[in-house]
Nanobody, 122 residues
């Protein structure tokens, strides 16, 4: 079962959005989870990750201080609160289970949901 991302949309620069990702138990339970994004012409890259117990978080430098990742394990849902959005944040956002290689975060599965589009107007 693929994850289901939602919450994207059109927002003015400086605005906020809250993304949600609902994942099945087999993908979610016990795993760290992460948000990724992919803009046209670029590779998908990790934005933020959170440990199973929400004890550890990671943020890409480009979003530190503006984005906050959280999770509700009872609901199998991961959130991404995005504040002070800029044109550089425009992309399709995806979620997946993640693991840390020692140097970088990677998706656990090669199966992706449809993602949710974030568009930022100036």
């Amino acid at each position: 079962v693929l994850p289901e991302e939602s919450g994207g949309g059109l927002v003015q620069a400086g605005g906020s959005l809250r993304l949600s990702c609902s994942a099945s138990g087999s993908m979610y339970t016990g795993y760290a989870m992460g948000w990724f994004r992919q803009a046209p012409g670029t590779e998908r890259s990790v934005v933020a990750t959170i440990g199973w117990n929400s004890d550890v978080t990671y943020y890409d430098d480009s979003v530190k201080g503006r984005f906050t990742i959280s999770r509700d394990n009872a609901k199998h849902t991961v959130y991404l609160q995005m504040n002070n959005l800029s044109a550089e944040d425009a992309a399709v956002y995806y979620c997946n289970s993640v693991f840390y290689s020692g140097t970088y975060w990677y998706q656990m599965y090669d199966h992706w949901g449809q993602g949710t589009q974030v568009t930022v107007s100036s």
